[in-house]
């Protein structure tokens, strides 16, 4: 399968512990992005990288959100002191940076109790 | 303001007859990007068609075509013949400006299909 791919896909936490979601974009992209999507709603936009330079970040993004893609493949978003309302899924995408269109993994869907 | 605006959360329509898709976005940018994508249940996004703001003639692709109206601001999917296969969430979203990466979606319509 080239497409891309998140681990894991489901992930169940309790309050204040760290997670970390990782995403392999499909090969030959070099632009990767993350966003958010809670019940009911489109995706948010978090962040992109091109190769492994972070362009872009949203406001969304607090202090507990960090995400790196230290070798411009895989990527890892790591949210600390986990709060209830980052349950949400969690979307990865990539693409060429001379195109317009991204492509979406299946997402890590979070818990947090 | 909303950005993307989807103004139908919820659409029925009769299997291998069109249906219609509406979405209208808020841009002072003269280059942007619009696309949409399907959510089936599975959650995963996948991408259907994309028009671009310079692009003169509406986008098609298979059974997926977009009405684009700069003027007013609206792409609306068309998806003809549809099948059972289209029931799920359909996501209109726009890339402002050039070179850049985001995307700001609107909240989805439901689709549908009925045997």
């Known amino acids: 399968d080239t497409g891309v791919s998140q681990n894991p896909r489901h992930k169940i936490t309790k309050r204040g512990q760290n997670v970390t979601f990782r995403c392999d974009p499909i090969?030959?992209?070099?632009?990767l992005y993350w966003y958010r999507q809670t019940l009911g709603q489109g995706p948010e936009f978090l962040t992109y990288?091109?190769?492994?330079?972070?362009?872009?970040k949203s406001r969304l993004l607090s202090d507990r959100f960090s995400a790196e893609r230290p070798k411009g493949s895989f990527s890892t978003l790591e949210i600390q002191r986990t709060e209830q309302g980052d349950s949400a899924m969690y979307l990865c995408?990539?693409?060429?940076?001379?195109?317009?269109?991204?492509?979406f993994g299946p997402g890590t869907r979070l818990t947090v109790l | 303001a909303q950005k993307i605006t989807q103004t139908q959360p919820g659409m029925f329509v009769q299997e291998k007859e069109a249906v219609t898709l509406d979405c209208t976005y808020d841009?002072?940018?003269?280059?942007?990007?619009l696309f949409w994508y399907k959510q089936p249940s599975s959650g995963e996004m996948i991408f259907l068609i994309y028009?671009?703001?310079?692009?003169?003639q509406n986008a098609t692709e298979g059974r997926y075509s977009l009405n684009f109206q700069k003027a007013r601001k609206s792409t609306n999917l068309v998806i003809s013949a549809s099948q059972l296969g289209d029931s799920a969430m359909y996501f209109c979203?726009?890339?402002?400006?050039?070179?850049?990466?985001?995307?700001?979606f609107g909240q989805g319509t439901e689709l549908s299909v009925k045997p």
């Open positions: 090969s030959e992209h070099n632009r």
């Open positions: 841009t002072s940018d003269q280059s942007y990007g």
């Open positions: 990288f091109q190769n492994e330079a972070q362009l872009e």
């Open positions: 995408a990539s693409s060429f940076s001379t195109s317009d269109t991204q492509y």
């Open positions: 979203a726009m890339r402002e400006g050039q070179g850049r990466g985001k995307l700001i």
């Open positions: 028009q671009g703001s310079y692009d003169e």
